[in-house]
């Protein structure tokens, strides 16, 4: 997959003590897949109302929303409730 993207991203990783490090390498690696610079991290592991990764557009709008395993059903009826 080439996208032809060649920007620079300047990254400040949080992992919280209950998180893995191949969860914390998966949100990289997912960040890295959808790079953008709108795409930001979620607050973390215990979060429910914040995904891994989200990205918004200049209204507030959600346009990614990015789960990380397997994702409980509320929280996907959520997300789909909030997004485009």
Wanted: some cysteine; aromatic content about 8%.
């Amino acid at each position: 997959m080439d996208r032809q993207c060649f920007q620079d991203h300047a990254l400040t990783l949080a992992r919280h003590p209950s998180e893995t490090e191949e969860r914390m390498i998966i949100r990289v690696l997912a960040f890295a897949l959808h790079a953008d610079e709108a795409l930001s991290f979620g607050r973390g592991v215990g979060t429910d109302d914040e995904p891994a990764l989200w990205q918004r557009d200049v209204t507030g709008a959600i346009d990614w929303w990015i789960e990380i395993g397997q994702p409980d059903e509320k929280l996907l009826r959520q997300a789909c409730g909030r997004s485009k």
